[in-house]
């Protein structure tokens, strides 16, 4: 398979960078994958599980999974950019935390609130949501 490369960056750090052989990314009408001549494009990237695999290097091969934020992907002659609020592997979300902000979220719909805060609540659940998602399937896999 022929790789292309990717650029996963979240709004503090570099998250991966390096020779990608496929991908799926969590958007707002569904799921899409990339691969090597996919056509250029820009989409909205929703909050939800982003799936990798490495072309090269000790985890050649295998598949990695991230819990990303929203944000945007650009894909430009075989060159794909991911730019999100955050992106954490599974091993680094702590699941209390994370279910005690989906509490907080579900409590903050509840709410009767402005619409402003009441699409921040969303977000924040939807977060939460894909946090603890990515957090469960990999300790399933790993145990």
């Known amino acids: 398979m022929t790789p292309f490369h990717l650029r996963i960056l979240a709004a503090d750090d570099m998250f ?6 496929n991908m799926i990314v969590p958007c707002p009408d569904g799921s899409f994958g990339v691969q090597a001549g996919h056509s250029n494009m820009i989409s909205a990237v929703s909050p939800g599980e982003l799936h990798y695999w490495p072309a090269e290097g000790e985890d ?13 992907i650009k894909v430009e002659n075989n060159d794909v950019l991911v730019l999100v609020d955050t992106a954490e592997r599974p091993e680094d979300i702590d699941a209390n935390r994370a279910r ?9 719909l509840l709410q009767k609130r402005s619409i ?12 939460a949501v894909s946090r603890l998602r990515v957090r469960s399937d990999y300790e399933h896999f790993k145990g």
């Open 100 to 108: 005690r902000a989906a509490d907080e979220a579900k409590e903050a």
């Open 60 to 72: 050649a091969g295998a598949e990695k999974i991230a819990a990303v934020s929203s944000g945007l």
């Open 16 to 21: 991966f960078e390096g020779s990608c052989d």
């Open 116 to 127: 402003q805060e009441y699409r921040i609540a969303q977000y924040s659940l939807a977060r």
